[in-house]
């Protein structure tokens, strides 16, 4: 598992972590707007602060040491808080606590081995795509089969439906004519009877 894909991992399991997190990210942004550039820039910032000490013990193999939300919003100055709290709509001291909650953790699950990835811009960027989406990136095999079997339903309604469209469209065979009844034969007419036969006359 990369780096990445543990620190998502962790997301996924932890709605809290997530809100912490997306404060992390609601910071990073274009500087004219008061934005860090990039992950690694807001890493490289708190190096260079008075939290550098804290910061190193969140890339050591050590336990983490904890940094204040005062300590955050002043490292990261108030543009840069400002720019947090109102894409997160909560206040700069909210802003902060959350960041002094998430930066440990983010910056400690990203370097395991005690060293920090050389791509931490791009690792932000995909955090940030995690984090915009409310359900998370579907990580486990439940949301999968969900979709999976979502699928599959419409799948077998469109078949259903195509085959109830099939055989309405078919005509229906015409009934067959019956045939004509036979004339029945006419009655024979009766037998004349026959004449009584003559009588001879009587001899005189």
Known sequence: MSVLDSVKAMLAKDGEARKNAAAVMAVIGDKAKGGVQGLGGLVDRLKQSEI?????SWVSTNANKVVSSEQIQNVL???AMKRAADKLGVSAKEAGDRMAKALPV?????SPTGRLPENLNNIGSELGKVLKDP????????AAVGVVGA?????LAAR???KKAKSA??????????????????AKPAAKPKPAPKKPAAKK
């Open 169 to 186: 469209a078919k005509p229906k065979a015409a009934a067959k004519p019956k045939a004509a009844a036979k004339p029945k034969a006419a």
């Open 52 to 56: 550098a000490d804290q910061v190193s």
């Open 106 to 110: 983010i910056v400690d699950n990203l």
């Open 135 to 142: 359900k998370g990136k579907a990580i486990g095999a439940v």
């Open 160 to 162: 259903a439906k195509a």
């Open 77 to 79: 100055g108030p543009e």
């Open 151 to 155: 699928a599959a339903g419409a799948v």
